[in-house]
């Protein structure tokens, strides 16, 4: 059986520099692919698989990013969106430790990706394994440019041209229960990775999910314009 969709939590607080060096001048996550600006999307995508409350991380841009998502007037019934707004730099995941008195496990996900990731078969695996951080994460191929030697010691056993090696990364969303955010500290920046590694030094279980769904971090202007071409994300409203 699936379980309700706990507290939504979006990263939407981000300079986008890299989407401005290419001319774009409204934030990240309001940037539109296919019509749609990408942080209502994601919302909207969540809303309809049950998600009714959701906490949106704002930063620099936050009275732009604020007045778009207070303009959207046809969220299902019960959806509340409640903006938090960082006083100072706290990196990609600080503001979650303002989120530790709720008590309850979070939705995290960064408010600029382009994805027909089913939060819901997350969040089921996640209660499934009772673990503390479970991490979406999918497999990226890199080629490198020149010749790459193994080697034991000073002697060479392997020499491989332009190989391509794969790699498996984070997707940028994550379930995390609370027991993780009071380990969080109340000032300064943390990232991601500096979360995941207080959970995994403090002995808590940290799990991944390596979900097979169509992703894209929409971070420079090449990537909006695949985004832009790949109607996969079209339908924000169907359930897991």
């Keep these: 059986m699936s379980s309700a969709l706990p507290p939504i939590v979006l990263q939407a607080g981000g300079k986008g520099e890299r989407m401005r060096s290419g001319g774009e001048t409204l934030p990240k996550v309001l940037v539109r692919v296919r019509g749609v600006a990408l942080l209502e999307r994601l919302l909207r995508q969540i809303a309809g698989e049950g998600g009714r409350e959701f906490y949106i991380i704002t930063g620099e841009h936050a009275a732009l990013v604020e007045s778009h998502m207070t303009g959207i007037d046809d969220l299902p019934d019960g959806t509340s969106v409640t903006f938090v707004r960082e006083s100072s730099v706290r990196g990609n995941v600080g503001t979650l430790c303002e989120l530790a008195d709720l008590g309850s496990p979070i939705l995290f996900a960064f408010g600029d990706l382009y994805t027909n990731l089913r939060f819901r078969a997350l969040y089921d695996l996640h209660r499934e394994r009772g673990c503390a951080i479970t991490v979406a994460s999918h497999l990226e191929s890199h080629r490198?440019?020149?010749?790459?030697?193994?080697?034991?010691?000073?002697?060479?056993?392997?020499?491989?041209?332009?190989?391509?090696y794969q790699f498996l990364i984070s997707s940028g969303i994550m379930a995390i229960e609370p027991r993780v955010l009071e380990l969080l500290p109340k000032q300064g920046a943390l990232g991601m990775n500096q979360l995941v590694m207080l959970a995994v030094n403090a002995g808590l279980r940290v799990t991944h999910w390596q979900h097979g769904a169509a992703w894209i971090d929409v971070n420079t202007p090449q990537l909006l314009t695949l985004a832009n071409q790949t109607p996969w994300g079209e339908d924000t409203s169907a359930g897991a």
Excluded: F, T
């Design 144 to 164: 490198l440019h020149l010749g790459h030697l193994i080697v034991e010691n000073d002697r060479v056993i392997d020499y491989r041209e332009k190989p391509e």
